[in-house]
């Protein structure tokens, strides 16, 4: 005959307690992975007759995609503070991108009180941005940060432009070119390995500012469930698109 141990009232007490807290860890774990920020910067660099390195394949790194806030085709954005030039500088820089992207709509939110994707903000110099970079004569222009889901898709987005480094002011070409930079970070980019992209981290007088077709290419790529595919799930992309 065989004898069964029936479980005590104090064993299925502790295994219930177990249970209870290894839930409350796996709670607290998905919470913090929620709210996890990537950062990207830009630098305004002086000309220094640096020489483009040709002995690798032209690149440009893709950080990660969007995710439902993509699903209909159209992320909206917001600006806060700067003069009416300013403004106009960064809407003309996202005006170029969103011409630029097939199926992809770029909304400006005007309205003080409503939610946007995307937020564009100002600091007075580039001094004052956090991951200021002075060496080599490198100065911080612009800060891109993202906050990105469990599933590793970007939920919301902020930029930050500065408006000049040390005490001298940014043109109204200049700021555009900064933000055009900060736009490909928004809409999933990381930075290139070439010079001339506007995804360079290093921006200069030497890029035209022209969004090229590997740019282009490159946020479809990292953007492919819905602006290739048309897909209704969201998903990741690759790390990086030859040029």
């Not at 290894?22 to 607290?28: A, H, Q, S, T």
């Not at 996202?94 to 992809?104: F, H, K, N, S, T």
């Not at 030497?206 to 595919?229: F, H, M, P, Y």
Request: hydrophobic letters at 35%; charged letters at 20%.
């Amino acid at each position: 005959m065989n004898l069964g141990i029936l479980p005590s009232k104090r064993n299925n007490k502790k295994m219930k307690t177990i249970s209870n807290i290894i839930y409350l860890l796996l709670l607290i774990i998905s919470l913090i992975c929620s709210t996890i920020c990537v950062l990207y910067t830009s630098v305004y660099a002086k000309e220094r007759g640096e020489k483009n390195n040709q002995e690798h394949q032209n690149s440009i790194q893709i950080c990660c995609a969007w995710g439902e806030q993509l699903a209909d085709g159209e992320l909206t954005y917001k600006i806060s503070g700067g003069n009416s030039g300013i403004r106009e500088a960064i809407r003309t820089a996202v005006r170029q991108w969103d011409l630029d992207i097939a199926g992809l709509t770029l909304s400006e939110v005007k309205d003080g009180s409503s939610s946007a994707d995307i937020y564009f903000s100002f600091k007075k110099d580039g001094s004052s941005l956090v991951d200021t970079k002075t060496k080599h004569g490198l100065l911080t222009a612009g800060l891109t940060t993202f906050t990105i889901n469990w599933r590793g898709l970007i939920e919301e987005t902020h930029v930050t432009i500065a408006k000049g480094v040390s005490g001298r002011g940014f043109t109204s070409d200049q700021i555009e070119l900064v933000a055009k930079h900060e736009m490909g970070h928004a809409l999933g980019l990381g930075h290139s390995n070439f010079k001339t992209s506007i995804m360079s981290p290093t921006i200069s007088n030497r890029q035209t500012g022209v969004i090229s077709d590997c740019e282009i290419n490159a946020v479809l790529s990292a953007n492919a469930w819905k602006l290739v595919n048309n897909n209704s799930k969201p998903h990741s992309a690759g790390s990086k698109i030859e040029c």
